[in-house]
C-alpha cells in the first residue's frame, strides 16, 4: 500500500473508508494543448462546409470538430481561428502557411455568405414594401 500523506490520512479519517484524490477533489479545468497543422485544416475544412455566423453553427463546428480532434470548447475554435486568419503573411513572402491560407479563405467564404444574407433580407423587405403599397398583394397587370 501506498503511504499517505498526514494531509491525505486526515482527509481519509473524516471522510470514511479509502481516499482517492481524483474523487475528492473538484475537477480543475485544464486548458487544452497547442494546435498542430492538421488539427487546424480539420477545423477550417468543417468550417468551410458550414459557413458559422451564429452560436448554433458555431456549436455545429465545435460538435464535429470535437468528432476527430476532442477536447476544444465552441469558445476556443472560435478564438483560434480568429487569430489564425488575422495573422499578417508579408507581400513578398512566397510561403503562407497552409493553416493560415485555409482560414483566410474561410473567413472570405464567411463573408460572402453574410453578405448574401443581407441581401435577401433587403430584398424581402422591398417586396413586401411594393406589395403594402399595391394593397391586396395581388399585382396588377
Known sequence: TARLSPLQH???LRMGGSWSLATR???LRMRGGKYFAPELL???SVMSTILPIGPLEWDKVAD???RKFPG???ESLRCKYTSTHRR???TG????PPEVREAKLVKLAIRNKAELANCREEYDMEVEA???EEGDGVVAR
Open 72 to 74: 476544444r470548447d465552441t
Open 93 to 96: 513572402a512566397p510561403y503562407c
Open 42 to 44: 480539420h477545423l477550417f
Open 10 to 12: 486526515s482527509m481519509q
Open 130 to 132: 411594393d406589395e403594402q
Open 88 to 90: 499578417k503573411v508579408t
Open 64 to 66: 464535429l470538430h470535437n
Open 25 to 27: 477533489l473538484p475537477k
